[in-house]
Every structure is written in structure tokens, then in C-alpha cells.
């Protein structure tokens, strides 16, 4: 057996190990924890069969870490890395939003655990198990060298929310109240209410796509008055507009279907709360009457003048 044919075996075989066993293959000089066949229930996918349906998602994630003796001899919990940051990790990440890819997931996790301390690199290996007689699976390999990949949640900019009454698209004041939240260094979210009704279906989750649709439709009627309303629809493209400061225009269908615990209806009341509160806002201004025991800040604006 020639020398590159070894190596191509070799490569193979790992390319279809456990993430423990590749980790060791590189011989590096450092401690590893690992947690295998880590099965959870997850709604996850880019096809639309898999919305609404849980499926089985198997976490395998091995941590190289670098070693902390002195802890290690004095048996001291707080001085290591421990088995609960990869579990912890997996929590937080599936939590936080719905997501279509495995690869983002993995990203995330992976740029979660490099957050402490002592981790040095990690792989993390997602499978499905229930797509059919196979697993499909993603796996990948970072380092702290290299720095986490993915923003997170701990540093998100925190907004002012604005929920926009009917006909606010056509308000003379439009241009006096978007000059003002454009000079402010609080960045605002406007949410546009339409002002037309939407078409009645006779089942709720289509319903819900409807509303939502017809809210956005507001939104880009909104953003054709003035070049300063941004319309954006995810949430990087929500952080990023907003770390620039000035006017963001929420499109919500995109988030709200993508969310693990969503708003109850969308109703843009509700949504603007539900939103608010996702988003930690500093204040939400509504044009009709406050809820003053909320876990966001609201105000009144009966018009566009006091926003």
C-alpha cells in the first residue's frame, strides 16, 4: 500500500469517527471533556414539512482544554471546564430562535463553549435521525485562535420600539418624527400597523401568515415614503442596522415563524410587545393604551408628534 493511499485510508476513516476519536488523532498536548450521543427533541430544517414538527437531533462535542493543575489537585469545580458548559451550550443555542441549518447550530455552540476560559478548540457534531433510513449530520472544528464566529446574544444592542398606528404612511408628520429618532443614539424599530384589512382564511396558521404578511406589506409602504427606513427581516440583518444606529422597519414574518416561543397572535400590539421583549428594548412606544406592569417600558403616542 503506497504511502498516499495510507493517508487517504487514514483521512477516511476519520472523516466517519466519533469527534473524540479525531480530536485525539491530532495528538495535541491538552485535556479533552466530551459529551456523546447527547439525543434531543428539536424543530429544525429549511423544508417546510419540518415547521411544526419535532424530530430527534443527536449532539456529540468534544472540548480541548487547557489544563488547570492546581484546580484539577485541589478538586475545585469552579477552576475546570465543566461537563454542564457543553449541555448548557446545546440549551441556550436551541432556545434562542428557530433555526433551518445545522450548520448555524453547531456554530453557535461551538462559539459558545470557546467563550470560557480554559477552551482551546471544540468540534461539534450534529446529526438528524428521523429524516429517514440514514443520519444527516454536520461537523465542525473551531478554535479560540481563531475567535468565535457567530455574534451572540450577550452583547445585542438594545432598541427603542415604536409601533406605528393605521395610516401613519400618509401622516404629514412622518418626515418631523423620523427626523427626530434618526438624531437620537438609541436606535429605533419602527413596526408599521396596515391599513386595509386582510383577506380572512378559514384556518389560524394560514391566518397568521396573512397578518403577517399584510404587516409588512405596511412596512415597505412605509419604507417607499423615506430612504431611511430600512426594511429588514432577520435577526443579523436587525443587528447589524441597529448597531449602526438610526431607523430600522421590522418585516416580522421571518422571525416570528423562526421563534421557539412566539407571540400569541398577530395581533401588532402584541407583536410589538412579544418583539420588544425579545429584544430587550429600552422602550416600546404604543399608539393605543399601556400595559404598565410589562416587562419593557411603554409609552403612549397618541400621534406622531409625541413619538
Not at 485541589?74 to 477552576?79: A, S
Not at 468540534?123 to 464566529?149: C, N, Q, T, Y
Not at 432598541?159 to 429618532?181: K, S, T, W
Amino acid at each position: 500500500m503506497s504511502d498516499r493511499h495510507a493517508r487517504d485510508q487514514h483521512a477516511l476513516r476519520l472523516a466517519f469517527a466519533a469527534p473524540l476519536d479525531r480530536a485525539r488523532a491530532d495528538a495535541l498536548p491538552l485535556d479533552r471533556i466530551s459529551l456523546r450521543e447527547h439525543v434531543r427533541e428539536v424543530e429544525i430544517g429549511a423544508f417546510q414539512l419540518e415547521r411544526g414538527v419535532l424530530q430527534r437531533v443527536r449532539f456529540d462535542i468534544v472540548a480541548e482544554v487547557v489544563p488547570d493543575t492546581e484546580a484539577v489537585l485541589g478538586d475545585d469545580v469552579d477552576g475546570i471546564l465543566s461537563y454542564d458548559t457543553l449541555i448548557e451550550a446545546i440549551d441556550v443555542e436551541l432556545e434562542a430562535e428557530r433555526l433551518n441549518l445545522l450548520e448555524t447550530l453547531a456554530e453557535r455552540i461551538a462559539a459558545r463553549v470557546l467563550l470560557h476560559d480554559r477552551a482551546a478548540r471544540v468540534f461539534v457534531r450534529i446529526e438528524k435521525l428521523d429524516r429517514g433510513p440514514h443520519v444527516l449530520g454536520v461537523e465542525i472544528v473551531r478554535s479560540r485562535a481563531a475567535g468565535p464566529v457567530v455574534p451572540l446574544a450577550e452583547d445585542a444592542p438594545t432598541p427603542r420600539i415604536v409601533l406605528l398606528a393605521e395610516g401613519a404612511q400618509d401622516d404629514p408628520a412622518l418626515g418631523a418624527m423620523l427626523d427626530r429618532l434618526a438624531g437620537d443614539p438609541v436606535p429605533t424599530v419602527l413596526i408599521a400597523t396596515p391599513d386595509f384589512d386582510a383577506p380572512r382564511a378559514a384556518h389560524p396558521m394560514p391566518q397568521r401568515r396573512i397578518d403577517l404578511l399584510a404587516m409588512e406589506q405596511a412596512a415597505w409602504r412605509l419604507a417607499a415614503r423615506d430612504d431611511r427606513c430600512v426594511v429588514v427581516d432577520s435577526r443579523t440583518e436587525l443587528d447589524w442596522s441597529m448597531r449602526r444606529g438610526g431607523i430600522t422597519l421590522w418585516a416580522p414574518s421571518r422571525i416570528v415563524l423562526d421563534a421557539t416561543h412566539g407571540p400569541e397572535n398577530a395581533d401588532p400590539a402584541t407583536l410589538a410587545r412579544w418583539f420588544a421583549a425579545e429584544f430587550a428594548a429600552v422602550e416600546l412606544v404604543l399608539p393605543g393604551p399601556i400595559a404598565p406592569d410589562g416587562p419593557v417600558p411603554e409609552r403612549q403616542a397618541g400621534s406622531l408628534d409625541a413619538v
